[in-house]
């Protein structure tokens, strides 16, 4: 008894190497990791871009398909990051930790198959699920045209977040980087050719846009699987050894993990769409100015969102290793840093929104411009809120405590932003702006309330330190 209570004190000086130490080793995490979710959503914006040019029928059948594609993601989300926590926690414990982490992702690729089985199935009625929520026929057509090229991405997408999780608890993101810098270029050739139309090929409109992007995510997936089996060290993992056996206890933990993230962003994802839809009710131009604020506000998220990821990895491995007081100073030092990051990008949209809008949309929709301006406005003032509370959530995962963070969500986006958002926006009769001013509400009720739960669980004197110091080794 004496040998294991001399063990546990003695991690915790051992891992926990200062402020410093933290903010370095999270630096030099996070980078990667937010590049790499700017790769992907640079994905997105390429398509913006694109498609804006050619008209505002395309970019808001984009915008909307898009974001029912989105909320069909959630679940995968949900079990893609459910898999990180888990990964992290079996490298932080050290012993067996090839074993364990192999058998976790060999579980996360089981739960896909299930997964994309009913996510496909829903997006390719993206048309009558559109249609069903008040949208014009037209729109809701081309829409449905974007998706039901876009959906084979898919289990691509999911399967290179299963590995860039993997990659993250080794405290190796570069790989998965270099991946998503090379499908960047592959998308922008692809769009040229199958959206503007290009080398005899026809321009296939907002479907080409789906294609590229459906291509680029199942080459991200082939690379960084590739780059695995090809590193000396990664390859010794095999993580599609005996891929035919099923660990059924390890999916449910991930499942029972995973559900509450993917409900959270099922309720962040699905109130930024439910917003495009209630722009579909104003006008197509208030959608396509939501749409260029909705990618620039997103392009902003990722950075904190990388953010989040190296927290949850760092959270992750403090506590499997058994150090809570790491863990805590992980915690803190990813809210603290991202937080000063989205403070830089605030003063930049406030600054900059017409600058930013004129980049999106063609000259002559002054009228669109001046209104994405406003809401880029908008965008700037929740900047902080946002940032903090997508680290804080991540800080969470890290924990696996997930079940509460689910209640924040709906309680601030749907509780309260959403009815504020509408509220503003028709009987006091503000439109878009007041719409998005509810969104900020919102996003602002969640990161104090996900602060606050971080404080009280991971604080010097609150239940994860002592259930942590507590624990076997």
């Known amino acids: ?31 990667p990791l937010a590049i790499t979710n700017l790769s992907q959503i640079a994905l997105v914006l390429t398509d913006t871009l694109v498609l804006g040019r050619i008209g505002e ?15 069909a993601l959630a679940p995968a989300f949900g079990a893609a990051f459910a898999a990180s926590a888990m ?21 996360a690729a089981w739960l896909g198959i299930p997964l994309f089985a009913l996510l496909g199935a829903l997006l390719w009625n993206t048309g009558a699920i559109l249609v069903a929520a008040g949208q014009d026929p037209a729109l809701a057509a081309e829409a449905q045209r974007y998706n039901r090229a876009l959906l084979w991405g898919m289990p691509f997408f999911y399967g290179f977040a299963v590995l860039r999780g993997f990659l993250a608890a080794l405290e190796r993101p570069v790989p998965a980087l270099w991946v998503s810098g090379l499908a960047i270029g592959l998308n922008a050739a692809l769009l040229y050719l199958l959206v503007a139309g290009g080398f005899g090929i026809p321009s296939l409109g907002v479907m080409g846009a789906g294609i590229s992007s ?13 780059w695995i089996m090809l590193d000396r060290k ?7 050894g005996r891929f035919w056996r099923a660990d059924w206890r390890r999916i449910g933990e991930m499942v029972a993990v995973g559900l509450p993230i993917a409900g959270s962003m099922l309720l962040e994802i699905g109130i930024f769409s439910a917003t495009a839809l209630v722009m579909g009710w104003i006008s197509p131009s208030a959608v396509a100015a939501h749409a260029v604020a909705l990618q620039v ?22 506590a499997g290793a058994g150090d809570a007081i790491g863990a805590w100073r992980a915690g803190w030092v990813a809210i603290v840093l991202s937080g000063g990051f989205m403070a830089l990008t605030a003063t930049a949209l406030l600054l900059l929104a017409d600058q930013v809008a004129a980049l999106f949309l063609a000259p002559e929709l002054t009228d669109t411009r001046a209104l994405a301006a406003t809401l880029l ?19 969470l995962r890290g924990l696996k405590d997930t ?26 009769g503000w439109g878009p702006l007041g719409v998005w001013i509810g969104l900020a509400s919102g996003l602002a009720i969640v990161a104090v309330l996900m602060t606050l739960r971080w404080a009280q669980l991971a604080g010097r004197e609150g239940p994860a330190l002592r259930r942590l110091t507590a624990q076997p080794g």
Request: proline content about 4%.
């Open 57 to 71: 029928l395309p970019l808001a059948a984009a915008t909307l398909g898009g974001n029912l594609y989105f909320i």
């Open 87 to 107: 990964l992290a926690q079996e490298r932080g414990r050290v012993r067996h930790h090839m074993r364990e982490m192999r058998r976790t992702v060999r579980a």
């Open 214 to 226: 459906a291509i680029a995510n199942g080459s991200m997936l082939v690379a960084l699987a590739g």
């Open 234 to 240: 990664l390859s010794r993992f095999r993580l599609m």
């Open 403 to 428: 079940r509460l963070p689910l209640l924040f969500a709906a309680l601030g986006y749907w509780g309260l932003g959403l009815p504020i958002g509408l509220g503003l926006g028709f009987p006091a």
């Open 1 to 31: 008894m004496q040998t294991h209570t001399n063990r546990t004190r003695a991690t915790p000086r051992r891992h926990a190497g200062g402020w410093t130490r933290e903010l370095r080793a999270t630096l030099m995490l996070a980078w």
């Open 377 to 395: 406005m908008v965008a700037g003032v929740f900047q902080l809120s946002d940032g903090v509370q997508a680290v804080a959530a991540g800080a």
């Open 297 to 318: 506000a997103s392009a902003c998220f990722m950075v904190p969102m990388g953010i989040g990821q190296a927290a949850t990895a760092r959270v992750g491995l403090a």
